[in-house]
């Protein structure tokens, strides 16, 4: 079994406008409302690749509810742990006229910071041992930053491979935990290792400079349109990403965090698995908004990269 943690989950609204333009009203349409957040993407994800998981969440408010009915109709199992403050929304607006996209990430309410024993509670009570867990996205403000350094301990007690992507403080002070897997950005790369930009072969040291400092088994460095970077096994590759026109961004990663973890839950290895993550990854990009990927297109786009 997966288990998905998603501890700032949120509703995710997209719309379309003719154009963007300075005080004038703009007419919107195709308006899409999804459950969204790291580890909800990765959920969802997964059941579009046929894949068993539970989603683990916080709830609050009428966007709490909302968000637990957005993940029943998409046959979702999931365990929400309430809170007080409202779910928080995040808005993507597509430009049609310039064919850009804008995306605005709105606050999080103020809320008490939620125990992680619920998380040792739901786990403990499952019928069988999760053999991943996947925790993504940020932390509301009211969550300390060892936040993740706890689940990795609690997964690590329920027997699980743990892979997190998240990033700043809360994944540093993670990787003194050990870890299965990391899914940094380059950006989010540069910051562990103390970097504001990385380029040509400082990004293959910057990934050797992390598996040496922190206690990490795998990095998988997200690299957008150019495919991303694998470190397992002592081992260093890069594996490209197929050429594709994007359409949006918004669930990329967690696309393919889905696609590596679904993959090694069926048995391939970890540069198979990335493949798989990477086209899951490059088929998100091609539907708009919020929507996550196609199934078929996926799977095209892994044969096309696995001959």
Known sequence: MI??????????KSVVVDAVIPDAKLRCSSVVEEAGGGGINVARALRRLGGDCLAICTAGG?????????????????????????TRENLTVFDRGAN???????????????????????????DSAPEFIVASGSLPASMPSNTYAKVAEIASQAGAR???????????EALEQPIFMIKPNLAELGGLVGRNELEGDQVERAIREVVERYACQSVV??????????????QLKHIPAP??????????????????VFGLSGGKTMEESLRLGVAC???????????????EVALRLYEGLSR
């Open 162 to 172: 743990f892979i997190l992507d998240t990033s700043g403080a809360a994944m540093r």
């Open 243 to 260: 050429i594709v026109k994007p359409r949006s961004t918004v669930g990329a990663g967690d696309s393919m965090v889905a696609g590596i």
């Open 100 to 126: 850009k996209q804008y995306r605005f990430v709105l606050p999080y309410g103020n809320s008490t910071s939620i125990s992680l024993e619920h998380i040792k509670t739901i786990l403990e009570g499952l």
């Open 221 to 234: 460095v997200s690299l957008g349109p150019a495919g991303a970077y694998l470190f397992s096994d002592s």
């Open 3 to 12: 288990v998905t943690i998603t501890l700032n989950p949120s509703i995710d």
């Open 281 to 295: 990854g490059s088929a998100a990009t091609l539907s708009p908004g919020s929507e996550l990927f196609e199934k």
């Open 62 to 86: 009428f966007n709490g509810q909302m968000l637990q009915n957005r993940l029943r109709s998409q046959d979702i199992a999931f365990r929400a742990i309430a809170v007080e403050a409202e």
